[in-house]
């Protein structure tokens, strides 16, 4: 199993950035995926959320309106795109899969929002 996250970098305020996670070694299309992320000093919080046929997405107040989650079953990829992004976004970004008690993380990406 893998999930293998790519995108991030070095963004100045009001800058956008998509982040791809590329999944391999299980039924991508039987999985929830969602993303998370982690900034320095603080604990990994919940960012985004997609259900396994793409249906239903959920996000945190605090990217409501800013960030998109989408997946691609076909390409057994899940995306986050980040518009107007924020100094308080910069974090390490993880994907994560969930299937019942069967969960995978990635590795994470860097996200630094600076000027």
């Known amino acids: 199993v893998q999930l293998v996250e790519s995108g991030g970098g070095l963004v100045q305020p009001g800058g956008s950035l998509r982040l791809s996670c590329a999944a391999s070694?299980?039924?991508?299309?039987?999985?929830?995926m969602s993303w998370y992320r982690q900034a320095p000093g603080k604990g990994r919080e919940l960012v985004a959320v997609?259900?396994?046929?793409?249906?239903?997405?959920t996000y945190a107040d605090s990217v409501k309106g800013r960030f998109t989650i989408s997946r691609d079953n076909a390409k057994n990829t899940v995306y986050l795109q980040m518009n107007s992004l924020k100094p308080e976004d910069t974090a390490v970004y993880y994907c994560?899969?969930?299937?019942?008690?069967?969960?995978?993380w990635g590795q994470g990406t860097q996200v630094t929002v600076s000027s």
């Open positions: 994560r899969s969930q299937r019942g008690a069967y969960i995978y």
């Open positions: 070694g299980f039924t991508f299309s039987s999985y929830v």
């Open positions: 997609i259900t396994a046929a793409g249906g239903i997405t």
